[in-house]
């Protein structure tokens, strides 16, 4: 049993960082503290409510650079192609169709292929890792961005069934995470006020920022983006965190806002509000009674019982796709295509399949609609008719999801279009969001949740006393809420979506019942995907075994920790940081011969900074304070770690010795051998630690000898070692 | 300096509990927990689940009927006093009107005096500090409940310049702390599935749930509502809590709308629509540009600046309030009724003084009103003209608000009547909020607020491009947010009263801006209530000095921790819980002659059960596992500790000796003395800590003789003592 979850123990956390309850606290560290001047700290707080500002102005402006470009790529596609079928060049059509996609999707695809392959997918479940301690290496740099940025285009643009959702989220984080840095490799900016950034806890903190400020560009949410970054993404959480992530969101909202201003009256091509405004019902008025409770709730069971067989089920295709893609590019490439081709296929031929619905006269000119987005798409239809599918299929997801969702026309989708819809998203959504293309989750299932709520208004139309397009809003909610198990959020994301308060209860209610239904059966969609990824992910309830045993007896069972001397041999150092994949040693002093005393924890990082530095001592001797301070700046000690292998010593310098003295975190967080796994596990995940020593029970005093010391220390140990990034796998 | 802050070290905190990441360990609840079946398990799950639905229910209703109350009886007040107005009997319409709240002073005053001295301010700070750790006694009990609902009747009918705002989260937070226990004192239900409510962390959770409620019942802001707590008043905060406190909410929305709907046409007497939608602008098209920024950003400039100033000003006021109310009841009383009678003054006179402003024709039948609510009272005005400080000043609060936040009603109120308003409840707000009533202060900075926000449109007229009604709804954020200092949680409460989502980002701005220009010259208004109160409160960020000291040598400055052995004299343990006030004493084991060993930490509240039982050895000797557990449920070791004076031990018995072994807490957070004081106050705060053992550096070996030993345990203190609540006052 314990074998099992040992993995957990094995946590690949990240370099040196300084995270929540985390101070370290080192000579070298306390002194920057005391000498930093009230200039430096008035310029720290300045830049990072500058940061938190950049990140929502950019993550603003490239979310609307994007819709820009899908809307009218899209806008262009569907015009041309609505063309040839009017003519009745249908196979023409197909040609076009399906070709022009191919290619958006052959440019996605091997941009991430080749380039960035941790672009793929949304991005959510690595941010998750990451603000949980776990580093995917190259996941938030230049490259990745800029993928991110032309793969989401190409990808939605080909008209499959994926979102940029879940991209901007990685979007804003990748922005995050360059300006923390200032920029990359050749092209860092290595200006000094930056150096303030270059530390974890900022970081994360900015990496947060930019994972709601996606949300909120995505969804023109701003509250809903904090609430999402706070109940979905992050895991230490602090107060005034809240108001500088608010403060980002509220940004892209002005940018959007902006946005939308200046493409007013079409100066933008195809685009209008086409991309931002998603679903806006705030103009109808929502009355309901006690007698609309019951399909309602069935909306939720339902939602919640459907959203746990996709999440089943993409589990199952997610394994699949694994396997292929672990073929190589070829194989990653050609499945992508495949489901291009198969999109298209479905998108173009499905409408033929259903007959033309007539023209209500009561929409006059806005019916058929040709050559615009509308809900009556004439496709193959006389004049005077409209082909209700083509107007669901032939328009980016966005469209799709506003027509479903347009309100006052009950009767405007067939019962049987709709039910083709919803298959064929269910197919699409399930086998498309695996390939290799920045893909979101968000709308696939907001698309499959719609249908599935119009359908069931039509099912029950005669109990159904409520508008059928807030059906479909409630379906849409359900199935987000059964899959990704979300629910405060969710809600503010839906309020802000349909701007419209009166439906809050009900939306709550539905939320609700999806939730506790989807939780009976399997954990939330994030959840599995951070489980095939093989991310180790530190909950925030410890499981029922750890409740049983002892710290103590959990650090039995592994390799013991290796510990350094307070002024320890070159050699010894370079020896152990090549032979384990340890960020943090604990290190002893003797301070009288026949007694052993903890003198904290040193990072890899810092043995690394040394070494680089070759700050050896001739004798073993322990250093004054100025010594080190004026050979090492604080910024030096935040540098990653590196490999040994890149510092190549002599013999003589082999020889000589290291003071470990000025490096050394004399305060780590300790924990008596007697306490129980749950009981430190949740210490360390609410402190955020990333290493945590184990020291004997024993405090007192007795005769002994060296040889019995060294047993007494036989349980202190690291309990949760911190490794380098580049050993992820073991824990897959 | 440091003596300046040792309060804090002295931190009272409550009783028994298992917070966070505090987990007791000791045999008895360990066992306990395993010994829990899968239906209990279960059975406690979904008694949560009602117990939040339950607080949410019984909010709510609570809520309507006050609401009910209020508008009933202000109504039929109003209605009698312009009655005698019209008729020109001046002098009986004031005799008559300020008779009326002098007497319903009378009530909220005598009952908050006599009976729950309490209940009398918002609650909000002691539920905070109650969160925070710091048990105010006799807070959340039945009579506090009692007294709240009918003082607040009262206290708002009576016209005072308060709100029922803050006493809504008061009562939600009371039915959460008396659900959870079942009742109070006879009432008491001693169902045994309660015992599992019998914890601080449930109550705790609960008790928040209840606070939200609060907060939603009062502006019918779910989303608000979860984000107040968990921004303003909520200490520790898990995801989990975020679910359940968004169900109850949840629930009190749908109570208060079922409520709306019941009393629709005028079924419920003078209630209407009145107490529950505060202000609905959704019917308003907000359009702003870049123009609008510089007025916007004069009004959150402003508002931080007046907020900042109320503060302090409210400071003052309530330093000389406590002065008054410390000479007893009747001072108390007198204080109450005076600031009555000036309030019937102000609010009877001043219309008097402003000029009749003729109706314009394009309202119609509105104006002028008689006998009604509405936006153009005639008061002394003759027919076809309305008194418009008249219409503001005699209405209740939530009317008046309404009133003022109007739109499209740019010329209805005269500049001169603004600043008259404003003036009057500028006095008012400062003067009413320390008497000894149940009272809000969300209200008055909302009434003072929008005042300030229409004059500044009216003075601004020229620039102004925006609403009125929507200057003054940007006016109230500004304010509360200078005074307040909350951010997301206020934006979200304004989001679901104006129902407006255009208005988001502009109210974003002035909130942030009015935030930042307030935080730089005083603490939030909270902050400074829960000083004057003198409860301590644990903040999220460490102090400075806090960095350059240890906790070994701020415990070297403390009295000594007192320790008790594993197998304890009897009358030793009764003379330690006389003289000293902890609640927590380490444990020491001496397994050998000559050694000593850090065994755990054990409770008073365990201690005293032990005494209560009588459960002594007449040997020393350590007892076997079942003793204990035979002879103690977990439900006795829950109880609260009382008085070592309840119990009446003999001379034989006090020779007697008890083992520890069965209720120490084997595994208590240790830090090393070398820590800096800052690093374990955040390691306090973010784990929850109630007791915090500090050991010495120093985990070696030595030969050493019984007495070296002692002192090497010289740091081994309690680092933050826990008290009984009676004990509060030493950190006034």
Chains 1, 2 share one sequence.
Not at 22 to 50: G, T
Not at 71 to 93: F, H, P, S
Not at 262 to 278: A, P, Q, Y
Not at 603 to 613: D, E
């Amino acid at each position: 049993m314990h074998a099992d979850h040992s993995a957990l123990f094995l946590h690949p956390y990240t370099s040196n960082c300084r995270c929540s309850c985390r101070i370290i606290e080192n000579d070298l560290f306390k002194h920057d503290w005391r000498s930093r001047s009230n200039v430096e700290v008035l310029q720290y707080i300045f830049l990072k409510w500058a940061m938190a500002f950049l990140v929502g102005l950019l993550t603003g402006v490239i979310a609307s650079l994007i819709n820009l470009a899908i809307e009218n790529i899209t806008g262009l596609k569907m015009l041309q192609m609505v063309n040839l079928v009017r003519e009745k060049r249908y196979w023409a059509g197909f040609l076009y169709f399906a070709g022009l996609n191919f290619g958006l999707t052959f440019v996605a695809a091997v941009l991430c292929v080749v380039f960035a392959p941790t672009a793929a997918g949304p991005g959510i479940p690595e941010i998750k890792a990451y603000l949980n301690g776990v580093d995917t290496p190259n996941m938030f740099g230049a490259p990745q961005l800029i993928v991110k940025i032309i793969g989401s285009i190409g990808a939605v643009s080909s008209g499959m069934d994926l979102g940029k959702e879940g991209p901007l989220v990685h979007i804003g984080a990748c922005l995050a995470n360059l300006l923390s840095q200032g920029g990359e490799g050749r092209w860092r900016l290595r200006w000094r006020c930056l150096r303030y950034f270059n530390n974890d806890r900022d970081r994360r903190d900015l990496i947060t920022c930019g994972a709601s400020s996606g949300v909120c560009a995505a969804f023109r949410a701003p509250v809903g983006g904090v609430l999402f970054a706070l109940e979905e993404v992050a895991t230490w959480w602090r107060g005034a965190l809240l108001w500088r992530t608010f403060f980002s969101t509220a940004t892209v909202v002005v940018v959007l806002r902006g946005f939308i201003e200046v493409c007013r009256n079409g100066r933008c091509g195809m685009f209008g509000e086409g991309g931002l405004i998603l679903f806006d019902v705030s103009n109808v008025t929502v009355r309901y009674h006690a007698g609309d409770l019951l399909p309602v709730t069935l909306v939720g069971v339902l939602g919640g019982l459907l959203g746990a067989l996709y999440n089943h089920v993409l589990h199952q295709v997610l394994r699949l796709y694994n396997l292929i893609n672990a073929k190589g590019r070829l194989a990653k490439l050609a499945l992508a295509l495949a489901v291009s081709v198969l999109t298209s296929a479905g998108l173009y031929l499905l409408p033929f399949a259903v007959p033309c619905t007539p023209c209500d006269a009561a929409h006059g000119a806005a019916c058929p609609t040709v050559g615009k987005s509308g809900n009556f798409k004439q496709f193959n239809c006389p004049d005077g008719f409209y082909n209700d599918l083509a107007s669901l299929l032939h328009a980016t997801n966005t469209d799709a999801t506003r027509n479903i969702f347009s309100t006052g026309t009950a009767g405007e989708f067939r019962l049987d279009s709709l039910l083709i819809f919803f298959a064929i998203y269910c197919v699409l959504g399930l086998f498309t969001f695996g390939i290799a293309v920045p893909s979101g989750l968000f709308l696939p299932i907001i698309l499959m949740g719609s249908a599935y709520g119009r359908i069931t208004a039509l099912v029950l139309a005669r109990f159904v006393r409520i508008d059928h397009g807030l059906y479909a809003v409630l379906g849409a909610a359900a199935l987000m809420s059964g899959s990704m198990r979300m629910t405060v959020s969710l809600c503010v994301i839906f309020l802000e979506l349909t701007n419209n308060l009166l439906l809050l209860p009900i939306t709550m209610f539905v939320l609700l019942i999806a939730k506790t239904v989807g939780d009976a059966f399997n954990p939330s969609i994030y959840e599995i995907i951070l489980d095939l990824k093989g991310l180790p992910f530190l909950e925030p309830k410890p499981e029922t075994w750890m409740k049983d045993i002892t710290v103590g007896e959990l650090a039995a069972a592994k390799p013991r920790a290796v510990t350094l001397q307070v002024v320890e041999k070159v050699s010894t150092v370079v020896e152990v940081l090549r032979s384990t994949p340890h960020n943090g040693f604990p290190v002893l002093d003797r301070p009288r011969p026949g007694v052993a005393e903890l003198h904290g924890l040193v990072l890899r990082s810092h043995l690394m900074a040394v070494l680089r530095k070759r700050w050896f001592l001739p004798e073993k001797r322990r250093t004054e304070e100025w010594e080190a301070r004026d050979k090492f700046s604080s910024t030096e000690l935040a540098e990653k770690a590196g490999s040994v292998d890149e510092v190549q010593l002599s013999p003589e310098e082999l020889d000589m010795y290291i003071d470990l003295h000025p490096f050394t975190n004399t305060t780590p967080y300790t924990v008596v051998e007697t306490m129980s796994v749950a009981k430190a596990v949740v210490l360390f995940r609410t402190c955020a630690l990333r290493h945590m020593l184990i020291i004997p029970k024993f405090q007192g005093l007795e005769v002994s000898t060296e040889k019995k010391m060294d047993s007494k220390f036989g349980p202190f140990f690291l309990l949760l070692i911190k490794m380098a990034t580049a050993t992820i796998s073991i824990c897959g």
